[in-house]
């Protein structure tokens, strides 16, 4: 089943609980939780206490994307605090496959990121460990960017290996995905759509959601 994943960077965070409840009520099906650290990306979020305060008002799975340095030292805290996915950047994580392990010892779905200049192939000895692979669509750090077209390639090149060696990673995918985009996304093998500014963008956040939701399961 294809999923939506409205991310909270676009929420507004003085009204987080009542926002987290009109995607829910819209059938979103994991909540995405942005984790930026200003080395890793040029940009500050939050840190496990907000995932915590998340895990209070909602009972779907919270999806925590770690754009940080040195993640290993943070998967335990983020876990504890109520996270179910957890993914790590390719780009920033040296012994990958002892992370992937580590996350899922500790009970959350694994899964590694990939920035839009780094390739599929990057992945090959990684793939049929993880639960899931993250596509960036834009270069992380920020909403409301525009959608780089030929990461659509990597999402078919992806879906491709997954069918000729038989493994059952899902496959996500994060920045500039609207109602304009997604369709060709969902045609290319793409599972799981994270939406931040074309959800918690829009005036009416219920009816962005369920439109992305309604397009996705046609
Ligand atoms: C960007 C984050 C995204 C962001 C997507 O670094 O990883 O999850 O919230 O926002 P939109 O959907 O506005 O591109
Ligand atoms: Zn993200």
């Known amino acids: 089943m294809k999923k939506i994943a409205p991310s909270i960077l676009s ?7 009542q926002q ?22 040029p940009n500050i979020t939050f840190g496990p206490v907000v995932v915590k305060a998340v895990r209070k008002v909602t009972k779907l799975p919270i999806d ?4 940080i340095k ?14 179910n996915y957890i993914s790590v950047h390719q780009e ?3 012994h990958l496959n002892r992370t992937i392990a580590k996350i899922k010892e500790l009970g959350a779905k694994a899964g590694v990121v990939l920035n839009p200049s780094t390739p599929v192939n990057t992945l ?30 990597k999402i078919s090149e992806l879906a491709k290996i997954r069918e000729e060696k038989k493994l059952n990673f899902e496959i996500e995918i994060d920045g500039g995905i609207s109602a304009q985009n997604i369709n060709k ?5 793409c599972d799981i759509f994270v939406a931040g500014s074309s959800i918690f963008g829009q005036d009416n956040i219920s009816a962005a959601a369920t439109e992305l939701k309604n397009l996705i399961s046609l």
């Open 64 to 67: 925590v994307h770690l754009m």
């Open 92 to 94: 920033e994580v040296v």
């Open 185 to 189: 996304v969902a045609n290319a093998g």
């Open 124 to 153: 090959s000895e990684i793939l049929e460990f993880v639960d899931f692979v993250l596509i960036m669509s834009v270069n992380p750090g920020f909403g409301g960017q525009k959608f780089i077209e030929s990461t659509l390639n």
């Open 20 to 41: 987290i409840r009109y995607v829910e009520i819209a059938g979103a099906d994991i909540i995405h939780c942005d984790i930026m650290d200003g080395k890793f990306v």
């Open 70 to 83: 040195d993640p290993d030292n943070f998967i335990e805290d983020f876990i504890n605090a109520g996270a």
């Open 11 to 17: 929420a507004d965070f003085s009204n987080l609980a």
